[in-house]
């Protein structure tokens, strides 16, 4: 892939994550995907190149790389396992959460391992009740004394189960954005429980659960920044997970359009190489051209975050919204380009599919994306 501008630290970064990706992860992902494994062996192997804290200052055991250098990461780990990418990007997000929110000795206490990836964090804030609609979760979190009592369930969560760090978004007061708080749960806090393993299409390489909160007693230290701050923090959180869902999208459907250039050049029909013909040419030009597009939006995307670009918010959910959708669809049209062995589950494409699928859907659908562009444009609250 021609990167003209990346600096040399830049190519630096791609071809150490780019060796990582091609010795750990993609000639485990079909078999990962089959058997459902979360491979935490793998990730901690991750860390030692720095990927547990990508956004996390030095002094805490981070990486303190940018929000531009991140998706070079997640587009370079997701050629490989799109999934396992995904989840690297939801514990970078908490990581960075609590690295930017926590205090002294939250930082202290919770980013070493989270750095190192020998604790794993999971991002709470879909409810069974409570999707789109972030700011009407219910669950709630009720003072007592110098502790907080949290009541109630969150949905489809990430690494959860696996995880040892949970921010758990939760209710302090009234009802909307302003009454929500974070706080930072560990697996083994007494009360915390989790659902079943959800049966998925896809990101089957990593474990989505329930978690269940069951008058789980916590110390007052436990609160992530002030009380009320908890939506900001989660939107915060976001902004930059989206980048990161973004690049896991272009990766996947970069790979799959590699695969489709071979295939093609391989399998003959009709007396030639399928690559002779000039319509299957067209179709990967298209393919390329668009990727290049999402890859453009998403790095300009980054960059106004990682300058506070005051449109940075609009940005992330532009690139977010066009990537994702622009990743499926190129993975899509490379499984219609492998015939019928686009099908098959050894060619590695339909896997593609299947994992891009949930990035449309996730950390916010792309219509709820078309929602935050459009308020920027009309000033909507
Ligand atoms: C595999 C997987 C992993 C996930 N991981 C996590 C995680 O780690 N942590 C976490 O907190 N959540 C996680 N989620 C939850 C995910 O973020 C939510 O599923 C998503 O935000 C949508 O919420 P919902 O499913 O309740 O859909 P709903 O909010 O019920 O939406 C249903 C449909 O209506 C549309 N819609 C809703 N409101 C509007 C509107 N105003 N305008 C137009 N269309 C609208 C939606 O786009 C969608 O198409 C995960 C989900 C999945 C599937």
């Known amino acids: 892939m021609p990167m003209p501008t990346l600096t040399q630290e830049q190519h630096a970064i791609v071809e150490a994550v780019g060796d990582f990706t091609r010795e750990h992860l993609a000639p485990s992902a079909i078999d990962w995907d089959r058997r459902k494994h979360f491979p935490v062996d793998v990730l901690a192997k991750a860390a030692d190149l720095g990927l547990g804290g990508i956004y996390v200052a030095e ?24 999934s396992i990418a995904g989840y690297i990007s ?26 190192s990836m020998r604790e ?35 949905q489809f969560v990430s690494g959860a189960g696996a995880s040892q760090v949970y921010v758990v978004m939760a209710r302090t007061g009234a009802a909307g954005a302003r009454g929500i708080s974070a706080f930072v749960l ?32 916590v110390p007052a230290d436990r609160l992530l920044g002030r009380e009320g701050d908890g939506f900001r923090i989660a939107m915060n959180g976001l902004n930059g997970g989206r980048l990161g869902i973004a690049a896991c999208s272009l990766g996947g459907a970069r790979a799959a359009l590699e695969a489709s250039t071979s295939y093609l050049e391989s ?24 990727l290049e597009a999402a890859r453009a939006l998403l790095w300009r995307a980054a960059t106004a975050l990682d300058e506070g670009d005051p449109k940075a918010v609009e ?3 532009m690139a977010k919204r066009f990537v994702t959708d622009t990743g499926f669809a190129v993975a899509n ?26 990035h449309q859907i996730l950390e916010g659908t792309n219509e709820i994306m078309r929602v935050i562009v459009a308020r920027g444009l009309t000033g909507a609250a």
């Open 120 to 154: 794993l964090a999971s991002y709470c804030l879909t409810e069974p009740g409570a999707g789109s609609d972030a700011a009407a979760i219910a669950t709630r979190a009720v003072r007592d004394g110098d502790a907080y009592i949290l009541d109630g369930v969150k």
């Open 267 to 290: 399998r003959r029909a009709f007396g030639a190489p399928l690559l002779h013909a000039q319509g299957l040419q067209f179709q990967l030009a298209d393919m390329a051209t668009e």
């Open 186 to 217: 560990e697996r083994d806090d007494s009360g915390l429980s989790f659902g079943a393993n959800e049966e998925k299409m896809g990101w089957n390489a990593q474990p989505t659960r329930q978690v269940i909160l069951d008058g789980v007693r």
């Open 333 to 358: 049209r490379a499984l219609q380009l492998h015939g019928g062995y686009g099908y098959l589950t050894e060619y590695g494409i339909e896997k593609i599919v299947r994992d891009l699928r949930v």
């Open 315 to 317: 940005l992330c959910a």
């Open 59 to 82: 002094k805490h055991g981070g990486s303190a790389l940018s929000r531009r250098d991140g998706t070079l990461i997640f587009e370079t780990l997701a050629t490989g396992c799109p």
């Open 90 to 115: 939801i514990h970078n997000m908490v990581a960075w959460m609590i690295g930017h929110y926590g205090d002294d000795g939250q930082r202290a206490r919770w980013l070493p391992g989270l750095c």
